[in-house]
């Protein structure tokens, strides 16, 4: 005779008196393992403090220089401030030195940007949106051009670019830098990647069956979502236009439509000129309010550089 081997319920299966039905199983919560924690590297901080360092060094050595009177620049420390605070004073007597000169050179960068890094993000936007989603002869000869664009520095073109225009009449004038800014290769083959991925090819033939046109479809469809891409090629080409120096240099000898980048250069040679009046805290100062516009430009774009904007846009 056997004896009865004692069970032990089981907790999953078993239910309360008076219920029907399946009981749902109770979920074990997940133990978290170490692995699944993120791992920390020594090297990956220590070189991203070095780029920190390297990155903002200057710019604090720029601000606190900008406190400084000319003489304060040679007794002090670089990276210390001077007894005398001087940074109003320095931004006054920058705007109002040489008649206001600096004034005029701001003004001419604005004018530089606005038409150059405009102009030459609006035909990014235009050619890649092209080259992405229409399918033409000489598509990939297209290509290949870009590509060989990118690879060429634009100080190599600047003579040839000043001997065109000097044989058209445009040098030392506002065109002769406004023109060459208008061709970004590297914007256009950005845009290019961009609007391949961006734009799905549902929602263009979902508008052309709509009715809408080609140029409806590319304002309407397309364009709001190449917003961050066009952030993006605007930023770059608006810094490359800005810091533009060697351009200018070549195509300008009218000290009026210079930048701000040779305005400033020339102001610094003053001082090895015979009877030139050193103004060293003038450039320094002039150059901390010169990188204001880029950083404020940063700022306030940087919301606009998001990805994903089409994803659920098509539903698969």
């Given at each position: 005779?056997?004896?009865?081997?004692?069970?032990?319920?089981?907790?999953?299966?078993?239910?309360?008196?008076?219920?029907?039905?399946?009981?749902?199983?109770?979920?074990?919560?997940?133990?978290?393992?170490?692995?699944?924690?993120?791992?920390?590297?020594?090297?990956?901080?220590?070189?991203?403090?070095?780029?920190?360092?390297?990155?903002?060094?200057?710019?604090?050595?720029?601000?606190?220089?900008?406190?400084?009177?000319?003489?304060?620049?040679?007794?002090?420390?670089?990276?210390?401030?001077?007894?005398?605070?001087a940074l109003w004073?320095?931004?006054?007597?920058?705007?109002?030195?040489?008649?206001?000169?600096?004034?005029?050179?701001?003004?001419?960068?604005?004018?530089?940007?606005?038409?150059?890094?405009?102009?030459?993000?609006?035909?990014?936007?235009?050619?890649?949106?092209?080259?992405?989603?229409?399918?033409?002869?000489?598509?990939?000869?297209?290509?290949?051009?870009?590509i060989g664009a990118?690879?060429?520095?634009?100080?190599?073109?600047?003579?040839?670019?000043?001997?065109?225009?000097?044989?058209?009449?445009?040098?030392?004038?506002?065109?002769?830098?406004?023109?060459?800014?208008?061709?970004?290769?590297?914007?256009?083959?950005?845009?290019?990647?961009?609007?391949?991925?961006?734009?799905?090819?549902?929602?263009?033939?979902?508008?052309?069956?709509?009715?809408?046109?080609?140029?409806?479809?590319?304002?309407?469809?397309?364009?709001?979502?190449?917003?961050?891409?066009?952030?993006?090629?605007?930023?770059?080409?608006?810094?490359?236009?800005?810091?533009?120096?060697?351009?200018?240099?070549?195509?300008l000898k009218d000290?009026?439509?210079?930048?701000?980048?040779?305005?400033?250069?020339?102001?610094?040679?003053?001082?090895?000129?015979?009877?030139?009046?050193?103004?060293?805290?003038?450039?320094?100062?002039?150059?901390?309010?010169?990188?204001?516009?880029?950083?404020?430009?940063?700022?306030?774009?940087?919301?606009?550089?998001?990805?994903?904007?089409?994803?659920?846009?098509?539903?698969?």
């Open positions: 005779m056997t004896s009865p081997v004692a069970t032990v319920p089981d907790r999953r299966s078993a239910k309360p008196s008076g219920t029907s039905g399946p009981v749902p199983r109770l979920r074990t919560p997940r133990r978290r393992h170490s692995a699944d924690k993120p791992r920390r590297s020594v090297l990956l901080t220590v070189l991203t403090s070095l780029v920190l360092l390297y990155s903002l060094v200057p710019l604090l050595w720029l601000a606190i220089s900008a406190t400084k009177t000319q003489e304060g620049l040679s007794r002090s420390a670089g990276l210390w401030f001077d007894g005398d605070f004073d320095n931004i006054a007597e920058t705007f109002t030195y040489g008649d206001g000169v600096f004034t005029r050179w701001l003004l001419n960068t604005l004018l530089y940007v606005g038409l150059g890094a405009g102009g030459a993000t609006f035909l990014a936007v235009l050619g890649g949106y092209a080259l992405a989603k229409f399918d033409f002869p000489g598509r990939r000869a297209v290509f290949a051009v870009v990118v690879a060429v520095p634009g100080t190599a073109l600047a003579v040839p670019t000043f001997l065109m225009f000097s044989k058209m009449g445009l040098t030392n004038t506002p065109w002769a830098v406004i023109v060459p800014s208008l061709i970004s290769p590297f914007g256009l083959y950005l845009m290019w990647v961009f609007a391949t991925e961006a734009i799905p090819t549902e929602l263009m033939e979902a508008a052309r069956m709509d009715g809408a046109g080609e140029v409806r479809t590319f304002f309407r469809v397309a364009l709001p979502l190449l917003a961050p891409g066009i952030v993006t090629v605007l930023l770059f080409t608006m810094v490359a236009t800005w810091n533009n120096y060697f351009l200018p240099l070549v195509m000290p009026d439509w210079y930048p701000l980048t040779l305005g400033l250069n020339s102001w610094n040679q003053q001082a090895a000129t015979a009877g030139g009046e050193a103004v060293f805290n003038l450039v320094v100062t002039g150059s901390l309010i010169t990188i204001l516009p880029l950083v404020a430009a940063f700022l306030l774009l940087q919301k606009y550089w998001q990805s994903g904007l089409a994803a659920g846009s098509v539903k698969e």
